[in-house]
């Protein structure tokens, strides 16, 4: 996942100046998420693997996030039409 989160980081930076981002504010916020990710990631480590259920460690978890992941990858992908301009369109200006 690093790698791809990585691309899209140095690669995506032209277009979100062109959408008249503040790149040191950009930098700020994934500075910050690699934080909390450092701090985040071995607690929800450490509870998984203290997690006891009859679907194993993990499964119970993957079941409970599935949902709300597809619907934010959705709300992602397809914003409400009212939001898009061909202008700010990431699909129509990326391709």
């Known amino acids: 996942?690093?790698?791809?989160?990585?691309?899209?980081?140095l690669f995506?930076?032209?277009?979100?100046?062109?959408?008249?981002?503040?790149?040191?504010?950009l930098a700020y916020?994934?500075?910050?998420?690699?934080?909390?990710?450092?701090?985040?990631?071995?607690l929800v480590s450490a509870l998984t693997d203290l997690t006891v259920s009859k679907w194993g460690r993990r499964k119970p978890y993957l079941a409970i996030g599935c949902g709300p992941a597809a619907v934010a990858l959705m709300?992602?992908?397809?914003?409400?039409?009212?939001?898009?301009?061909?202008?700010?369109?990431p699909s129509i200006s990326f391709w």
């Open 1 to 9: 996942m690093a790698p791809i989160t990585l691309f899209l980081q």
């Open 75 to 89: 709300l992602l992908l397809f914003p409400p039409y009212d939001m898009v301009t061909p202008e700010s369109s």
């Open 29 to 42: 916020f994934i500075t910050l998420t690699r934080g909390i990710d450092v701090v985040f990631s071995p």
């Open 12 to 25: 995506s930076l032209d277009y979100y100046e062109r959408q008249g981002a503040y790149l040191p504010v």
